[in-house]
């Protein structure tokens, strides 16, 4: 059935001081932001909207590169989905230290929206995606769409509609960022997905745990997904970590990301029921084929070590708590991760 178009409006209020704190991690959004871009542009997935968000670097991205985002890019949307699944999208989700992610309206597309999306990040961030949103209707449109109400209240650091919220806030702040989602109406009742990719690692592991305890204590139902480092002891390990200090930008949390083992014992010691985890390499392997052998045709890897060295430094990790329809939530049919 056809719907009207809600002809809601963007109203501008007042904005706070421009955040310039934590420049270095905030970097890192900018990086792999244009790593999404670039991967995109050669045809690794299909995502309409980045190009509305990350500039297009000239600088070509290695092959290693490009395969590790698609196996993060794939991991991450089937642990959503099969969230989404279980639940039947009556949830919330909450991506955590979202940057320019454009999963909401890749979702939208599919018919797979769950009751409400939130996105959170540094305010100096939250800015500069509210500025696109603002300025490019293909990004707009679907939010003025789902909207209720006539008006939109925006102002520099969140943006707050029926289906769709982005909220400027400090992760490590937990009072903080608890007032600002119960501004935006987040529903402690129902089902939520908390997502963070890349975030727990520039916390110290006092704050990241704060921030795990938070999220088990505050949702009945919930799924926890943590994309970051791991096996970060050995020598592969360390020249990473060097060449992000060079950068100004300190993996505050790097002790947690030693193996697997740890990864998941931090998500039991904060309250979670259970938990999973895989390196990207195994990830990788465990790929379907024809998407695999369409993406190693895009370019050619010269060094196949390399990529393996890389993807055995990256986990995809999740957690759930309090609902047993979520605990056989998998990546796909055929693979079932190591689990506690």
């Not at 934590?22 to 244009?34: K, L, M, N, P």
């Not at 698609?70 to 279980?86: E, W, Y």
């Not at 018919?111 to 949103?133: A, C, G, N, Q, W």
Request: glycine share 4%; hydrophobic share 35%.
């Amino acid at each position: 059935m056809a719907t009207s178009l809600r002809r809601a409006s963007f109203t501008a209020c007042s904005s706070s001081p421009t955040d310039t704190d934590d420049e270095g991690v905030r970097g890192t959004c900018e990086d792999a932001s244009i790593c999404k871009r670039f991967a995109v542009s050669v045809g690794y997935w299909q995502d309409p909207y980045i190009q509305h968000l990350v500039r297009l670097s000239k600088e070509r991205k290695a092959p290693e590169i490009n395969r590790g985002y698609f196996a993060r890019v794939h991991g991450v949307s089937q642990l959503i989905k099969a969230f989404l699944r279980k639940t039947e999208c009556n949830c919330q989700i909450l991506n955590l230290g979202a940057g320019m992610d454009t999963t909401f309206w890749r979702l939208k597309d599919e018919d797979l929206l769950p009751s409400k999306y939130f996105e959170i990040d540094f305010p100096m961030i939250v800015t500069r995606k509210l500025h696109s949103i603002k300025l490019k209707p293909l990004l707009s449109k679907p939010i003025l769409d789902l909207h209720s109400e006539d008006t939109l209240q925006m102002d520099g650091h969140m943006l707050d509609s029926t289906r769709y919220a982005i909220i400027g806030a400090d992760l490590r702040d937990i009072p903080e960022l608890e007032e600002k989602l119960k501004k935006c109406n987040m529903n402690t009742q129902l089902p939520t997905l908390l997502i963070a990719e890349c975030v727990l690692v520039y916390m110290t592991p006092e704050q990241s745990t704060n921030l795990l305890k938070w999220a088990a204590k505050s949702f009945e139902t919930a799924m926890f997904i943590n994309y970051e480092q791991v096996n970060m002891d050995d020598r592969f390990g360390q020249i990473m970590i060097e060449n992000l200090r060079r950068r100004q930008c300190d993996l505050a949390g790097v002790e947690t990301c030693k193996s697997l083992e740890s990864q998941k014992e931090r998500l039991l010691s904060s309250g979670w029921e259970s938990a999973s985890a895989i390196d990207m390499m195994e990830l990788y392997s465990k790929l379907p084929r024809a998407e695999v052998s369409r993406i190693e045709s895009l370019e050619f890897l010269d060094e196949m070590e390399l990529l393996e060295q890389l993807m055995q430094h990256y986990c995809l990790c999740w957690a759930t708590k309090g609902g047993s329809e979520l605990e056989n939530v998998r990546l796909d049919g055929n693979f079932r991760p190591r689990k506690n």
